[in-house]
């Protein structure tokens, strides 16, 4: 094995894999690729990590997907000698960040819930108003606007547990998205922006519970949240079946 692609994820090397097959010889430009469930039961994977090998081979150029419609071929053949990703330039799929933000942001939320101060609640009320705001008189598509107030709202919680390390976290896990290529190209198939009003109500429920002190149910009520995130990523952004309903982890 080639030391460069030594600790790859799992979409990585099933983008791999999928690339040799492309660049073997047998399709040309214009042909339509297999299906996500042909190659999640080829790889034995879910569909969400077969999404996410072709969300890296969209970046790359390699294909073309078509919402409702499938994958096509939009280059057969290798250029500069890059066919392979490595380890090195690996970005990090979305939907594996949205699971690591699950397990991490819930359980802040249950820290944040019993060190809140009232400078805390005063700060995350006004990050709610900003992006109250922003859904009622600002345009849905200027999504800099959107994701300002949705991040300012999650780092402030992470803020509310007093915890330093914890805040510093919450921060990294931003900076992954706003530096990932992968949620980028993910995210600009989505048109409807209505799910923002969905987020928005969560927070407002994860902010009531803060409010009670109740670290449950502000635990489950941030994992309900960025469930409801991954499913409007799943839906909105499907590939090939859009009553697909495929979870990353239970």
Excluded: C
């Excluded at 990294?172 to 706003?178: I, Q, T």
């Excluded at 993910?186 to 923002?196: A, F, P």
């Excluded at 994860?206 to 799943?234: P, Y």
């Amino acid at each position: 094995m080639n030391s460069s692609t030594v600790g790859l994820k799992r979409y990585q090397e099933i983008g791999n894999s999928l690339k040799q097959d492309i660049f073997s010889g047998r399709y040309s430009i214009g042909d339509r690729y297999k299906s996500e469930r042909e190659i999640a039961e080829t790889y034995d994977v879910s569909r969400t990590v077969v999404r996410e090998a072709f969300v890296m081979l969209e970046i790359e150029g390699v294909v073309e997907v078509k919402k409702g419609a499938g994958i096509y071929i939009q280059r057969a053949s290798e250029i500069n000698g890059n066919a392979i990703i490595t380890s090195e330039l690996a970005d990090v799929g979305p939907f594996e960040l949205l699971q690591a933000r699950q397990y991490i942001e819930s359980e802040i939320a249950s820290l944040a819930a019993l060190q809140v101060t009232k400078n805390d609640i005063i700060k995350l009320k006004k990050a709610l108003e900003s992006e109250r705001q922003f859904l009622n008189n600002a345009d849905l598509n200027q999504s800099d606007i959107e994701d300002d107030a949705d991040e300012q709202f999650h780092r402030f919680i992470a803020e509310a547990t007093q915890n330093s390390v914890l805040a510093q976290v919450a921060k990294d896990l931003w900076s992954r998205r706003h530096n990932s290529a992968m949620w980028a190209q993910l995210h600009s198939r989505i048109e409807n922006k209505d799910y923002r009003k969905k987020w928005l109500d969560d927070h407002e429920v994860i902010l009531a519970a803060l409010v009670r002190r109740d670290a449950s149910g502000a635990k489950e009520a941030m994992w309900q949240h960025l469930e409801n995130v991954k499913q409007t990523l799943l839906e909105l952004s499907n590939i090939d079946d859009p009553n697909f309903d495929g979870y990353l982890f239970g």
